[in-house]
């Protein structure tokens, strides 16, 4: 069974703390993505990595930075945490391979205050 | 802008009933296509995938592609009250490519 892990379920942090949201990946994918979903918006992707210490910009990347040093985790940095970041944040994986599904970790719901 | 769109919802069906989720998407280069199924609090669960025209069964589940037309719909058959939950459209435009979900169509089955 593919399994994708992040570090916290819930999280609760402050206005401009700097916060790090863990993914790890035991599946030895080579894709793994950062989105996040808030109601009536959808699935909106922060940032995507297809390899180690790749990445590249997704829709929201504004406010968000990734890190990619190992190639069964990746990291997602809130430089300096703003309440409109509050929000659910998923982690998937997938392989390289087009016909292949993304899966999800259980994700880590962000409170800001 | 690679757009994917859903029927807006809430859709209620009765148990037992069939309901039909739709989804169109933009970009014509689309490979494959995926329904996942997210309960309120937890995270997406892959449903179908689906790479060419036609229709793919499994169980109470048939997925059906038209790329001429853009289009991918999923069908629920007998539906449950256990199958009340947002169903989200993805399309992957090929290989190493992302994934673009679209919002999401939720539904209500009604015992």
């Known amino acids: 069974d593919v399994k994708v892990t992040q570090s916290s379920r819930y999280l609760v942090k402050r206005t401009g703390e700097k916060v790090f949201l863990e993914c790890v990946q035991d599946m030895d994918h080579e894709n793994m993505f950062w989105y996040r979903q808030d109601p009536g918006l959808g699935l909106r992707l922060i940032y995507f990595?297809?390899?180690?210490?790749?990445?590249e910009k997704g829709d929201i990347p504004e406010g968000y930075s990734v890190s990619r040093e190992k190639k069964e985790r990746f990291s997602l940095i809130l430089e300096s945490a703003s309440t409109n970041q509050t929000s659910m944040y998923l982690c998937?994986?997938?392989?390289?391979?087009?016909?292949?599904?993304?899966?999800f970790g259980q994700g880590t719901r962000l409170t800001v205050v | 802008q690679k757009e994917v769109e859903q029927n807006s919802g809430p859709l209620s069906v009765p148990e037992g009933a069939i309901a039909s989720l739709n989804c169109t998407y933009s970009d014509r280069v689309s490979q494959s296509f995926f329904w996942y199924r997210q309960y309120s609090g937890k995270s997406p669960e892959l449903i179908m995938s689906i790479y060419s025209n036609g229709d793919k069964e499994d169980g109470r589940f048939t997925a059906q592609l038209n790329k001429a037309s853009q289009y991918v719909s999923l069908l629920i058959r007998d539906s449950q009250p256990s199958d009340s939950a947002t169903y989200l459209c993805?399309?992957?435009?090929?290989?190493?490519?992302?994934?673009?979900f679209g919002p999401g169509t939720r539904l209500s089955v009604l015992p």
């Open positions: 993805a399309v992957r435009l090929g290989y190493g490519q992302n994934f673009v």
């Open positions: 990595s297809y390899d180690v210490k790749m990445k």
């Open positions: 998937a994986s997938s392989p390289l391979g087009g016909g292949t599904e993304a899966f």
